[in-house]
């Protein structure tokens, strides 16, 4: 075993892809201070951890389930099976120099999500817990943080955050959050590691073309089920439905086809409130399965994703790192957003005039002004990029040089 073996939580396998496209990037990353580094990914368990084995079996990775509060509290934690769970994760994480905490979003409040105890159930804060009682270094790979709008949230970020070395945040609102909470500490403002994350230009060519597509002759749209919860209408109907309907509509219109691209699969679930495939096929059973609308329904890794994201005309995504994707393969984007880290990530590139709103459902003038500014948008994307990847190199040198000190 490698010397410099990290856990790295709060990312998934399976289900969103988000968790894999970080995972993907942040192992290069930090392999370029520790070659011979090797990781085990603390991943959720539960009725989905088969689909969790499978894919970390593809891309090479040591995993364990995830443990939360029910492992350490009475009577709960008397139960075997959590007893052998706890057991086996406390076993890798005395095994790694260090735990690297990769939640992403951590301690988000109104109005972007309901106050509670979600918070202290956590796995940013368990993680920040446990670590803390098995006196291992928990260092935070850039995230985003907030709202920070409660008392009860800003104290659990307050406890958790002050103990960091240096808060990475991802992008300038979170920046202006952490310093609200904690003026007197570094703090860093960075893009997500994902930006890096590689893709294949041949490979998304031969699968489009199996598709009855051409390169550059469709829009990628990525519905979001995130958003599909939180949009419910009293008489059963759903905005973000709505919303991606018109969305449909009006590129057919304009004769432009439609590759509908889930952003999470989770076979296991049949709900759309979790599962981006499903509010897809609500998408596509309101359409009517036009011809003109293509559902990928293969369950891809993000680097296939974003190969298909990588040719399209533009994307229209309501999943961040499905924005990501586009963005950083130089593809024009507009985002549906329901948290200011969209904003933040648009604004990167210098396109967060095209941010649409959980509550708008007209797409019409935004997918006009995005025409009609195409080539100044690639132009900028590009220009926008070379700065981004400054930015997470700068990123990587900083946190490497932190690994290095624990």
Known sequence: MSNHRFMITGLCMHGNKGGPAIALSLVNAIRQGYPDA??????????????????????????????????????????????????????????????????GISYVGPPAASPGLSNILSKRFTDFVLAGILRKPMLAWTQSYGPLSTRLIRFLAWLDLRSQPVIFCRGDDCLQEVIGLLPNKEVRSYPDIAVTLSYDRAWGKAFINQKGLEVG?????????????????????????????????EL??????????????????????????????????????????????????????????????????????????????????????WHPKYRDLMRAYDVDKYIMAESEIDPQEIISSLINEYETLRQTISLSH??????????????NGLLEQT
Request: glycine share 6%; proline share 5%.
């Open 38 to 103: 090797d990781f085990v990914f603390s991943v959720p368990s539960g009725s989905g951890f088969k689909h969790e084995q499978y894919w970390a079996k593809k891309y090479g990775f040591d995993i364990v389930g995830n443990v939360d509060i029910k492992h350490l509290i009475p009577p709960w934690c008397l139960k075997r099976t959590r007893f052998d769970a706890l057991s086996a994760w406390v076993k890798e994480l005395k095994s790694a120099r260090a735990m690297i905490q990769m939640s």
């Open 217 to 249: 002759a469709y829009v990628t749209v990525s519905p979001s089920a995130v958003l599909y919860a939180k949009s419910k209408l009293g008489d059963g109907g759903n905005l973000h439905i709505q919303c991606l309907e018109n969305i449909c509509r």
């Open 252 to 337: 057919g219109r304009r004769n432009i086809a439609v590759v509908v691209t889930p952003h999470t699969m989770r076979p296991e679930e049949s709900s759309p409130d979790i599962c981006d495939y499903r509010v897809s096929l609500e998408l596509m059973r309101n359409l009517g399965n036009p011809d003109s609308v293509t559902l990928i329904d293969e369950d891809l890794s993000p680097v296939e994703i974003k190969s298909i994201i990588s040719l399209a005309n533009f994307h229209i995504g309501g999943r961040y790192h499905s924005v990501v994707a586009a963005l950083s393969s130089g593809i024009p984007a507009i985002s549906l957003s």
């Open 386 to 399: 070379s700065r981004v990847l400054e930015m997470t190199q700068s990123n990587v040198d900083e946190f």
